[in-house]
């Protein structure tokens, strides 16, 4: 029996003391990622690309008014962060365990073509279920717990008065951080996550609770490098 969990919802937000804006971030381009290697937990670094993109976007949010941002703890994301905390000139970033990627179980480390090879069975129930069909992956009821638990964090801080917000996560995480203002607790349909892209929620009180729009989704700050596909 799935667990009673929160939706993000307006009564989610009620509280606020003033309208509010999220902006969840994907990290830019790994090493890994270049090589369209599925990371999960594992750690790799930005390559050049990915640092670019970075202070691409970070030029982009200058006019933002950003207060504060937060990060995984994985590298690709903290070094993400870290860029856009200097084009910003803000604080360090502060590490929130909640915004880490999703375990992909026995794909992490592979392409999708050799996960394909060594895991057929469990590569044709990923292509209809996503991460739900890879046997030891992390379940979607976890993750979705866990984006609970980060909006929550993110929602507090909110509540304590900063007014935008930032945090740099991962393309699977950042599916669900999306979900769960919707209710949704399955991995379909997905949303596109491409590197650096922003999804960018505005909050406005209103009487008892709340308005949320999702203004932006996966959107992309002008580059000069041009993006690759998510691996999924």
Not at 48 to 63: E, H, I, T, V, Y
Not at 67 to 79: G, K, N, T
Not at 190 to 195: M, S
Not at 208 to 231: C, D, T
Request: proline residues 6%; contains cysteine; charged residues 25%.
């Amino acid at each position: 029996m799935e667990r009673e969990l929160p939706v993000i919802d307006p009564a989610f937000f009620a509280g606020l003391g003033a309208p509010t804006r999220f902006y969840l971030i994907r990290h830019g381009q790994s090493e890994a990622n270049a090589r369209r290697v599925v990371q999960g937990l594992r750690d790799f670094r930005l390559d050049d690309s990915g640092r670019a993109q970075a202070a691409a976007l970070g030029a982009w949010l200058k006019d933002k008014g950003i207060e504060s941002i937060r990060c995984s703890p994985l590298v690709r994301a903290r070094e993400t962060a870290e860029i856009l905390a200097r084009e910003l000139r803000l604080p360090s970033p502060s590490v929130l365990d909640e915004l880490c990627e999703i375990d992909a179980g026995r794909f992490s480390g592979l392409s999708l073509e050799e996960a394909k090879e060594r895991f057929p069975e469990d590569y044709a129930a990923f292509e209809r279920l996503s991460w739900e069909g890879v046997p030891d992956a992390e379940r979607a009821e976890a993750v979705y717990a866990r984006a609970v638990a980060a909006w929550t964090r993110l929602r507090d801080a909110a509540l304590a008065g900063e007014r935008r917000l930032a945090c740099v996560t991962h393309g699977g995480l950042l599916q669900w951080l999306v979900r769960v203002t919707f209710g949704t607790r399955t991995w379909m349909p997905l949303l596109p996550t491409g590197n650096c892209g922003v999804f960018e929620l505005f909050v406005e009180p209103v009487g008892g609770g709340a308005k949320l729009y999702w203004e932006r989704i996966n959107f992309q700050a002008p580059s000069p490098v041009s993006p690759i596909a998510p691996v999924f």
